[in-house]
């Protein structure tokens, strides 16, 4: 265990995706990841700077030397949601994977729950990891990764059944990242994975960004596996990344 955390960033937004999407969050942004995504946006790699809003939604970020102590994180939580009362839904825990620094969060998300609800956003692969930290979580996020999209090196099927098998008993949800090319068959994977756990879990589809910040599928192809999922599960939503539409971090 550690009191030490290497962070990519701290900052105030609105969470655009999945269950929790419109709603305000503390994203603590977590370095690492342990998959390597086609799609993936996201910089989180190990920095010898830690970036830090200089006020919640400003914007405006301030370096520190990274890694942070949990005194100092939890310090800036409390000043942030002193400044905005009852602005914020949740800490978010994100990556990256978070789930490589479960040891860690151990220590820090008993405090940082004492402040606000904690929020994990996962790839969901790390069951073990999550076994350690699933008492202190209140909501989480699964990112299942299909072939068509996130073109990982292997069949994350297996890990994927585990991890929302043990992640039962919290708010989770599971996001699915769409593309032109995704088939029906790799939907119909997913609905029977979370048919065989819960079918009630709901079932976010997010149209794939590409860089230039257009959509990667048709509206139409979008409409086609809503219809795939819909006739298995009892909850599949459409949502794309709405942070993005807004211009927001």
Known sequence: MSDLLHIREIFSSIQGEGM?????????????CN???RYCDTDFEPSAICHV???????????????LSLHNVS??????????????????????????HADTLVQWLPDFR??????????????????????YLDYISMDMKLPSTAAC??????????FLQGAQGKHVSVKVVIGETTPDNEIRQVCELIAAVDATVPLFLQ??????????????????????ASARLPDVRVI?????????L
């Open 114 to 135: 004492k402040i606000l609800p904690i929020h994990l956003e996962t790839n969901g692969t790390l069951s073990d990891a999550l076994k350690l930290v699933n008492r």
């Open 35 to 37: 998959l390597g995504c």
């Open 153 to 162: 090196s292997e069949s994350l099927w297996g890990d994927h059944a585990r």
């Open 75 to 100: 310090a800036l939580i409390e000043e942030w949601c002193l400044q905005l009362p009852g602005a914020h839904h949740s800490v978010s825990i994100t990556g990256g994977e978070p789930l490589i």
């Open 20 to 32: 929790l999407a419109g709603c305000r969050q503390i994203f603590v942004r977590l370095t690492g």
């Open 53 to 67: 809003e200089s006020a919640p939604g400003s914007g405006i970020f301030i370096n520190h030397p990274p890694p």
């Open 240 to 248: 794309p990344q709405m942070h993005k539409l807004l211009g927001a």
């Open 207 to 228: 149209p794939l960004s590409l860089p230039d910040g257009t959509i990667g599928i048709p509206a139409s192809h979008v409409l086609h596996l809503q219809g795939v």
